[in-house]
């Protein structure tokens, strides 16, 4: 089991920046390709953004491309979602996952573990 409890959400105004933190805990951080979901209001839940094991492969959806960096520090088991330029439609619940997939994980049935989730609010 993995435990993933996420933190940093916020209101922010359109051009902020907001970083997104999710610790992990249970079983060996690093086993696990990590991704980042949100799902707005009356919309369904999307992939944002995902990192390999190992931090040196990472994939973005097209709307945050330029704009959301995904990192992560094994040593600290926590993934990070660093999101500049915002905009009012990145207004959403931003969760983490786990994944024991090898390669890269866009859907959500891809993933093992869940955190529950932080609001990330963005006002014009």
């Known amino acids: 089991q993995v435990q993933l409890v996420e933190s940093g959400g916020g209101l922010a105004q359109a051009g902020g920046s907001l970083r997104l933190s999710c610790v992990a805990s249970?079983?060996?951080?690093?086993?696990?390709?990590m991704g980042w979901f949100r799902q707005g209001p009356g919309k369904e839940r999307e992939f944002v953004a995902w990192?390999?094991?190992?931090?040196?492969?990472?994939y973005y959806v097209d709307a945050v491309k330029g704009r959301f960096t995904i990192s992560r520090d094994n040593a600290k088991n926590t993934v990070y979602l660093q999101m500049n330029s915002l905009k009012p439609e990145d207004t959403a619940v931003y969760y983490c996952a786990a994944t024991n997939r090898l390669f890269t994980a866009r859907a959500r049935h891809e993933y093992d573990y869940w955190g529950q989730g932080t609001q990330v609010t963005v006002s014009s």
């Open positions: 249970g079983r060996t951080f690093s086993y696990y390709a």
């Open positions: 990192i390999n094991r190992s931090g040196d492969s990472l």
